[in-house]
């Protein structure tokens, strides 16, 4: 719940006291919103409206609200912050359950299904540097694959992408049965479980690039093993990377 809240929840600050947590989603989805509300022991209220888009002549959403200035205080010191947060949220200082919170990233900010190629995948896309981060070391946790954190040129956005067989593990971990979760994502999570990879399929090694932070780093701390554990590489990669800046194979990172 906390997770779908800092991706598709907004604080909004009114004078004195006033405020309120509105979340808006599209109505196909309002049942996650009355979960919410039976979840949260405070008043609040579910309401639909239709109104005109750019995107789609009429859009037909739901609106949970949440006035309650004790639950807006909690949300709050949890890490949702008031007014724009897409670059600020990060996951909480607090103990949580974090296929639970990923899940809810996810339900969100999200996509889970087949390509076009047939193929299965689990994204995220975030603003948040923090949010990225944490995807990639804990989806990497559980798949054991790598993924490096980079903007995208076009608007800015961090797009994490596992496919194939990480897909499937990442599905299975974090849409389990019975959790809180969309409807349909939970349907497309329970469906690539039946992918089985095709005969002949090679399978593409996982790759992270290395970026001008890590070569420095690794030139810093000039250790196989130390740098692996501060880096979250494996030994054998940052040996191989270290002989590479060493030869000139690659080029030294600028001095920042």
């Not at 949970?64 to 947060?85: H, I, Q, V």
Request: with cysteine; glycine share 8%; hydrophobic share 35%.
């Amino acid at each position: 719940m906390f997770g779908f809240l800092q991706a598709d929840g907004h604080l909004y600050q009114g004078p004195g006291q006033k405020g309120r947590l509105s979340v808006e989603i599209n109505v196909r989805d309002i049942e996650v919103l009355r979960r919410f509300q039976q979840l949260t022991p405070y008043n609040s209220s579910i309401t639909e409206r239709t109104r005109s888009t750019n995107f789609a002549g009429v859009h037909h959403s739901a609106v949970w609200n949440l006035c309650s200035l004790e639950a807006r205080t909690r949300f709050n010191d949890l890490g949702l912050p008031y007014g724009r947060k897409s670059k600020n949220v990060a996951p909480p200082r607090d103990q949580f359950s974090h296929p639970d919170y990923m899940r809810g990233l996810i339900d969100a900010d999200g996509s889970v299904g087949y390509t076009s190629r047939g193929l299965p995948f689990i994204s995220l896309a975030t603003q948040s540097t923090a949010i990225g981060a944490y995807m990639c070391f804990y989806a990497g946790k559980i798949t054991e694959a790598e993924r490096s954190l980079k903007r995208n040129t076009r608007d800015g956005i961090y797009n994490i992408l596992y496919t194939a067989e990480n897909a499937r593990t990442l599905a299975a971990h974090l849409y389990y049965k019975g959790c809180l979760s969309l409807e349909r994502k939970q349907e497309a999570a329970d469906s690539l479980a039946a992918w089985i990879r095709p005969a002949g399929m090679k399978v593409a090694p996982d790759r992270r690039r290395w970026s001008e932070w890590e070569d420095r780093v690794l030139l810093k701390l000039n250790s196989d093993a130390t740098a692996a554990r501060e880096l979250g590489r494996t030994e054998k990669s940052c040996c191989i990377r270290l002989w590479r800046l060493r030869t000139g194979k690659v080029p030294m990172p600028n001095d920042k």
